[in-house]
């Protein structure tokens, strides 16, 4: 028989009905009733139509803006292993998401655009005219190019903390995002635990950390990686997902936990009043909500292996 399936991309819906030669004998059967549904094809001949299927399946051409970082390095890894054309986009590279050097031709193609870059500067005007700059470069280099999926990656919690540049800079960014017009997905990630020297350090009172007890929710960049990769190859969700770690505590207990395993005998001392990179946190201000994804490495594995590298 010959099955015919429903082969169809799953970020654009493109596609048709392409047959399958099972045992010699045509389906009567319409192409609207006939889906490549394990009820439809027992066992063996389920897996040799989903092989059929997985080459068909399109490679996508992917641009990740910041693909030197931290996450976009990664994320061009995990795209590529998963068989994608991922273009690294930095300015190493050649493409500058604020002089528009190189943009028209890393765009030519291209079916998702994500953008995991930072700013170079965390000065509060000099924050947010990056975001905002690169943000319409990159919205209306995508939109010339007919690209269908635009991804960034931004803070939870930057609506809660406007007295800190950096999180008005990532708002402002989201707006700009929404207002394009291009097809998008936004993800707000919790606080790297890569980042737990730095916001530890922030604390400093002369030898002691002075740290706040509101609860933060610390996440393995492998894990924002994860998420990430997940979200570009679906389709666009012209909406916001957070993801978090999978577990939440008081900075003033990370703090203890990171200085332990970095064998730093400061005194860790819980302070209501200590400012999050200027802003005053409480229990919400830095955790997902409802509905959130979260990832799987607890911040004590993710010390203990960061340690041993």
């Not at 009567?28 to 063996?44: E, F």
């Not at 994320?75 to 604020?98: F, Q, Y």
């Not at 609506?159 to 995002?177: N, S, W």
Request: proline share 4%; charged share 25%.
């Amino acid at each position: 028989m010959i099955r015919q399936l429903d082969i169809r991309c799953t970020v654009c819906g493109k596609g048709g009905w392409s047959s399958l030669s099972i045992l010699g004998h045509k389906s009567k059967r319409s192409p609207r009733q006939t889906q490549a549904r394990r009820k439809d094809l027992p066992g063996a001949l389920y897996t040799d139509a989903m092989v059929a299927v997985d080459k068909w399946r399109k490679v996508m051409k992917i641009v990740v803006i910041g693909g030197s970082g931290l996450i976009g390095s990664k994320l061009v890894k995990t795209l590529r292993e998963r068989g994608h054309d991922a273009l690294a986009a930095s300015p190493s590279t050649g493409v500058n998401s604020i002089t528009r050097e190189g943009l028209a031709e890393a765009m030519d193609g291209a079916d998702v655009v994500v953008d995991v870059a930072n700013a170079p500067s965390w000065e509060d005007k000099a924050v947010l005219d990056f975001f905002e700059t690169s943000s319409r470069n990159l919205l209306a280099a995508e939109a010339a190019a007919g690209v269908r999926h635009h991804v960034a990656l931004s803070i939870v919690g930057s609506e809660r903390l406007p007295d800190t540049g950096y999180f008005r800079a990532k708002v402002a960014q989201e707006a700009l995002i929404k207002a394009s017009g291009v097809p998008y997905t936004i993800l707000r990630a919790t606080q790297f635990s890569e980042f737990a020297g730095g916001i530890v350090q922030s604390f400093a009172v002369g030898e002691e950390i002075h740290a706040s007890p509101a609860l933060i929710q610390p996440i393995a960049s492998d894990d924002v990686v994860a998420t990430l990769a997940d979200i570009v190859l679906a389709a666009p969700a012209n909406g916001t997902v957070e993801v978090g770690g999978p577990e939440t505590m008081p900075i003033d207990e990370l703090a203890r936990r990171y200085l332990q395993t970095t064998q730093d005998n400061r005194k860790v001392v819980p302070d209501i009043h200590a400012r999050y990179f200027g802003a005053v946190l409480d229990d919400q201000s830095l955790v997902t909500g409802k509905n959130a994804r979260l990832g799987g490495i607890r911040f004590d594995d993710w010390l203990a292996r960061s340690t041993a590298q």
